[in-house]
Every structure is written in C-alpha cells, then in structure tokens.
Nanobody, 126 residues
Framework: VQLVESGGGLVEAGGSLRLSCAAS????????MGWFRQAPGKEREVVAA????????YYADSVKGRFTISIDNAKKTVYLQMNSLKPEDTAVYYC????????????????????WGQGTQVTVSS
C-alpha cells in the first residue's frame, strides 16, 4: 500500500487547510487510518484516527472541535479538515494505514500502523 499526502502549506493563524491522503497498491482490503504529526524536536503524535468501519473516530485533545477526519472508501482517500489553525499546529503531518483485524477499533499509536506516507508540511504563522 502506498500513501501520498497533499494539501499542506503555509496559512495564517485562524485559517483552514484540508489534507488528503490517497492510497494505492493493495487496497482491496480496508484499513484503519490515522493522521499523525511531528514537530521539530518532538515525538510523532496522533492527531486523529478512524476505524476500518469509518464509524469510530479519535481526536487528540489539542485538536478536538477544530479538526475532522473523514474517509471516502470509494476514492481510497482519507481527509483531515483543519480549521482554526494555531501556530502550535505547525508540523509535518503523516497519513498512516493499519491492517487492524477489528472494524470498530480506532488505533492511536504509531506501532498500530503498517504503512506511512511521506509527510506534508503544515506551517501556521502567528
């Protein structure tokens, strides 16, 4: 499975961006999906995640109410809508896919994921 992120960029505080992650390759099965981010000098952290079924989601406390994860299985694409962006949201954002056997489980740690995209830079200016 190959994952390609897009949609990052430079935005002013309070602005919005939508990240996309397109999957290709062996996508005949569905995957649990997640968005992670890593700022310079910090560990990679989960931002949002969605179960294989698409019915369950998880958001980090720092982004609740501002970010929304969604998935379009027909297009094999997962999205992260980011609103009310803050300078502390600045990071490289990674999309990840996990071959979880459970349809309703949301995975929130990097070790739960098998495939990663190359990352897309999000910079929020103050």
């Amino acid at each position: 499975v190959q994952l390609v992120e897009s949609g990052g960029g430079l935005v002013e505080a309070g602005g919005s961006l939508r990240l996309s992650c397109a999957a290709s390759g062996s996508t005949s099965r569905t995957y649990a999906m997640g968005w992670f981010r890593q700022a310079p000098g910090k560990e990679r952290e989960v931002v949002a995640a969605i179960s294989k079924s698409g019915g369950n989601t998880y958001y980090a406390d720092s982004v609740k109410g501002r970010f929304t994860i969604s998935i379009d299985n027909a297009k094999k694409t997962v999205y992260l809508q980011m609103n009310s962006l803050k300078p502390e949201d600045t990071a490289v954002y990674y999309c990840a896919a996990g071959a979880s056997p459970f349809r309703r489980v949301v995975n929130t740690t990097p070790n739960d994921y098998n495939y990663w995209g190359q990352g897309t830079q999000v910079t929020v200016s103050s």
